[in-house]
């Protein structure tokens, strides 16, 4: 199976700065790779796929890049309901597989 | 609009047998594979396996494979998964999401399943 890792854990921010969560793959997994934020006690929601497209209603402030084992997923500047635990998942082979997490939290 | 909702939470013991479903609308059932989510605390997001309604051909995850069993019905555009013998380790929230291009865009409001003696 690939193994996804996520870095940082978790994080503290401002409202308004700018915020990069990383994902490193055991292997290269070229362009396949999603990105969803989860709030709790809800299903996550995709924000984009596969690696730099936005999905359909998510806000500009979010952005993906990356291509092979190393992907980025930023927020340029936070707001308010950004606050939320944010996952990886590789779609390039089966398993599919997801990072551990990133708790975004206020400071 | 596109809607996957889920059958309410499960209280069961270990050893009994139980199937939770995911009941879909807005969209051609046939499509899109249906992939389910486990999470827990301890190990966050697990992918399961996922179904192809057209066929029902699956996939299951390396963990999963034996224990679950994943399954659809076309007329009532339902997918299902299944135990026939639980354990209390199988105490987890549990996600269906619609799959588009290897990637979830959306998915059910979560099953929460409790396995205690």
């Known amino acids: 199976d690939i193994q996804m890792t996520q870095s940082p854990s978790s994080l503290s921010a401002s409202v308004g700065d700018r915020v990069t969560i990383t994902c490193r793959a055991s292997q290269s997994i070229s362009s396949y790779l999603n990105w969803y934020q989860q709030r709790p006690g809800k299903a996550p929601k995709l924000l984009i796929y596969p690696a730099s497209s936005l999905q359909s209603g998510v806000p500009s402030r979010f952005s993906g890049s990356g291509s092979g084992t190393d992907f980025t997923l930023t927020i340029s500047s936070l707001q308010p309901e950004d606050f939320a635990t944010y996952y990886c998942q590789q779609s390039y082979t089966i398993p599919r597989t997801f990072g551990q997490g990133t708790k975004l939290e206020i400071k | 609009e596109v809607q996957l909702v889920q059958s309410g939470a499960e209280v069961r013991k270990p050893g009994e047998s139980l199937r939770i479903a995911c009941e879909t609308s807005g969209y051609s059932f046939s499509n899109y594979w249906i992939t389910w989510v486990r999470q827990t605390p301890e190990k966050g997001l697990e992918w399961m396996g996922r179904?192809?309604?057209?066929?029902?051909?699956?996939n299951y995850g390396p963990s999963f494979q034996g224990h679950v069993t994943i399954s659809a019905d076309k007329s009532i555009t339902t997918a299902y998964l299944q135990w026939n013998s639980l354990k209390a380790t199988d105490t987890a929230m549990y996600f269906c999401?619609?799959?588009?291009?290897?990637?979830?865009?959306?998915w059910g409001q979560g099953t929460l399943v409790t396995v205690s003696s």
């Open positions: 999401a619609r799959s588009h291009s290897g990637s979830y865009d959306y």
């Open positions: 179904i192809d309604p057209r066929d029902s051909h699956t």
